[in-house]
């Protein structure tokens, strides 16, 4: 089993900064892509920010030149940096990875979500 371990809560003001973390652990062999995505009151999921295992990266329109993502594979951990935060970024930031296990003999893809982070921004 795999668990996605979400930290870096907060409450900030408008202009402030704030990182995230999510770290992967349990039986894995490799993480392929690692993404953030956010979801405010009312609204769809949407992806905020993804990186494969290639280390290319893509962003939302509305964090391009704000936020970065980055990841740290030897400890199975994505970061997600934010800056300039405005209060339209509030929401609850999910962390989401595919992941390689092996499965009754056979290396598998699965899917896992953390637990989810909320972060406020006032204005």
């Known amino acids: 089993q795999v668990q996605l371990v979400e930290s870096g809560c907060g409450l900030l003001q408008a202009g402030g900064s704030l990182r995230l973390s999510c770290a992967a652990s349990?039986?894995?062999?490799?993480?392929?892509?690692m993404e953030w995505y956010r979801q405010a009151p009312r609204k769809q999921r949407d992806l905020v920010a993804k990186m494969p295992s290639g280390g290319s990266t893509n962003y939302a329109d509305s964090v391009k030149g704000r936020f970065s993502i980055s990841r740290d594979n030897a400890k199975n951990t994505v970061y997600l940096q934010m800056n300039r935060l405005k209060p339209e970024d509030t929401a609850v930031y999910y962390c989401h990875a595919e992941i390689k296990m092996w499965s009754y003999g056979s290396l598998k893809d699965y899917s896992y979500w953390g637990q989810g982070t909320q972060v406020t921004v006032s204005s």
């Open positions: 349990g039986s894995i062999s490799s993480i392929n892509t």
